[in-house]
């Protein structure tokens, strides 16, 4: 199984797993952060999603 990014689908040796789901791995924080408003509805967040998530991904897609 190759191992890259889920941001950027580099493949570096020093990529961090996703604390919340394990599933995804990313090669920087600021990555992650990036992308965490799409990766919350497939994580297993320790809070619950709310209405501001949603709202976020909402903008997210229409600025993209």
Known sequence: MV???NACREEPSDL???SGCHK???CSVSYQKSVWVQH????KPRRP?????HLALA???NLS
């Open 59 to 61: 903008v997210r897609n």
């Open 24 to 26: 995804v791995w990313y």
């Open 16 to 18: 961090k797993r996703c």
């Open 3 to 5: 191992r890259e990014c």
């Open 40 to 43: 919350i509805f497939a994580c």
């Open 49 to 53: 999603i709310t209405t501001a998530d």
